[in-house]
């Protein structure tokens, strides 16, 4: 699922430019400009970079945005969540690598996604990931704006670390939670990048062969 910029984007893209070009054949080439707008806007928003992986016994962010939480939800069991507004890469990445244990669809509300209820109460898919002596849980949250979750894996599939693993149509979040084998390396108002920022090490050297 690589590329500079995702399909869907293209697609969207596509159509708007088509409509705003019968507008302005139309009605004359202002009404076909917001349209035109939002044609660029689609092609910006759904870009797809590359990233430079972090090799060792670390996991990395699976999106783009700013952490809004830093918190232990269980014993041994502590979350970071990132909110992704509407101008950050909407394009999904796994922590770490390993298999597709579980996908789990649930159905929800469409609150602000920087709301921390959202973790619960909002639209969801819910991943989990075993590898390497370790399980980490990471769930895709729409937002407010955010209507569709996407998710180019399936049960079974091996992933590697920073993989592309799908993209939450605009404005929303991610959680993520790491067993008590995981030290939290972010803070609460810092900036990640999917793929590339490091957001736990593990404590006992697991992984250390790479990604």
């Not at 909407?90 to 390993?98: C, D, K, L, Q, S």
Request: charged content about 20%; glycine content about 12%.
């Amino acid at each position: 699922m690589g590329g500079v910029i995702v399909i869907d984007g293209i697609y969207y893209a596509l159509a708007l430019a088509g409509a705003g070009a019968l507008l302005a054949w139309l009605l004359g080439p202002w009404y076909g400009s917001v349209l035109w707008l939002l044609a660029a806007f689609c092609l910006y928003f759904f870009r797809n970079p590359d990233r430079p992986i972090p090799t060792g016994p670390v996991a990395v962010s699976p999106a783009d945005g700013k952490v809004v939480t830093v918190k232990q939800d269980a014993p041994g069991v502590n979350r970071v969540s990132i909110f992704l507004n509407i101008f950050d890469v909407h394009v999904n990445r796994t922590p770490i690598a390993g298999v597709v244990r579980k996908v789990h669809y649930q159905k929800g509300c469409f609150k602000v996604a920087s709301l921390e209820e959202c973790s619960t109460v909002n639209e969801q898919n819910i991943v989990t990931v075993e590898g390497d002596g370790t399980t980490v849980v990471f769930k895709q949250i729409a937002g407010l704006i955010a209507r569709r979750i996407v998710f180019w894996k399936k049960l079974g599939d091996r992933v590697e670390k920073g993989e592309r693993i799908g993209l939450i149509k605009f404005g929303s979040r991610m959680d993520i939670s790491f067993g008590p084998e995981w030290e939290i390396t972010v803070s609460p108002g810092q900036r990640v990048s999917a793929g590339s920022s490091v957001i736990a090490r593990r404590l006992d050297g697991g992984g250390a062969s790479g990604a």
